[in-house]
């Protein structure tokens, strides 16, 4: 299912919330270093694209351990939609990734990508709902965000609390006949701290953040 942005997507106050609260460099560094044995030391970046690239709020994101910062193990690109009583977020693939390895820290690499470098992922994007001073986000249902991982067929499950400055989620593939868990932590989430804001590069809406 394919939405579109409207006046709405732009002006909504959760929307442009969540959007500034995501702009970041964040790390898990004091979970990692507090048990080193169960979590490693990651960063994720959530990089504002142009706002034209989508005509709505868009993001590139990268998840890459600490010790080898040049080779991201997840990427994606993210559009933002309001749907009035929720955040919609489109999830998209890079063709191919390698090229845009380093744009969550290098804004060269980032001016690189393109809508024609993405495709889409369908059945795999996020909603996200306002508690409070909190959003929580899951995968859209259905289980239908397909993964293979070790020779098996996983659907994804995805859990994400967004405050001003943390970021924690807990992903998971299930294998789709047995729900066993396949891949993912069986530690617990991932606690992350905003070590950067990046959400002066917003820049259609810079002053409501």
Same mark, same amino acid.
């Given at each position: 299912?394919?939405?579109?942005?409207? @006046?709405?997507?732009?002006?909504?106050?959760?929307?442009?919330?969540?959007?500034?609260?995501?702009?970041?460099?964040?790390?898990?560094?004091?979970?990692?270093?507090?048990?080193?044995?169960?979590?490693?030391?990651?960063?994720?970046?959530?990089?504002?694209?142009?706002?034209?690239?989508?005509?709505?709020? /868009?993001?590139?994101?990268?998840?890459?351990?600490?010790?080898?910062?040049?080779?991201?193990?997840?990427?994606?690109?993210? +559009?933002?939609? @309001?749907?009035?009583? +929720?955040?919609?977020?489109?999830?998209?693939?890079?063709?191919?990734?390698?090229?845009?390895?380093?744009?969550?820290?290098?804004?060269?690499?980032?001016?690189?990508?393109?809508?024609?470098?993405?495709?889409? +992922?369908?059945?795999?994007?996020?909603?996200?709902?306002?508690?409070?001073?909190?959003?929580? /986000?899951?995968?859209?249902?259905?289980?239908?965000?397909?993964?293979?991982?070790? /020779?098996?067929?996983?659907?994804?499950?995805?859990?994400?609390?967004?405050?001003?400055?943390?970021?924690?989620?807990?992903?998971? /593939?299930? @294998?789709?006949?047995?729900?066993?868990?396949?891949?993912?932590?069986?530690?617990?989430?991932?606690?992350?701290?905003? +070590?950067?804001?990046?959400?002066?590069?917003?820049?259609?809406?810079?002053?409501?953040?």
């Amino acid at each position: 299912m394919t939405i579109a942005a409207s @006046d709405s997507s732009i002006k909504s106050s959760d929307l442009l919330t969540l959007a500034c609260w995501m702009a970041g460099d964040f790390s898990n560094q004091k979970q990692s270093f507090a048990n080193p044995q169960l979590y490693a030391h990651i960063h994720i970046f959530f990089r504002p694209l142009p706002f034209e690239f989508f005509s709505a709020v /868009g993001f590139y994101s990268e998840q890459v351990y600490d010790h080898d910062l040049w080779t991201p193990y997840r990427q994606g690109v993210h +559009r933002l939609v @309001d749907l009035g009583d +929720r955040i919609y977020i489109e999830n998209y693939s890079l063709k191919d990734p390698i090229l845009y390895a380093g744009a969550g820290r290098e804004s060269d690499i980032l001016k690189t990508i393109t809508p024609q470098s993405i495709e889409r +992922r369908y059945n795999c994007s996020m909603v996200f709902v306002r508690e409070g001073e909190m959003f929580r /986000g899951s995968v859209e249902p259905g289980n239908q965000c397909l993964i293979p991982r070790n /020779g098996r067929q996983t659907y994804l499950i995805s859990e994400v609390e967004v405050t001003e400055h943390t970021w924690i989620s807990l992903d998971k /593939g299930m @294998d789709i006949e047995t729900h066993e868990q396949i891949w993912g932590s069986t530690a617990g989430p991932l606690r992350f701290e905003k +070590r950067e804001s990046f959400a002066d590069e917003l820049n259609a809406v810079t002053a409501l953040c």
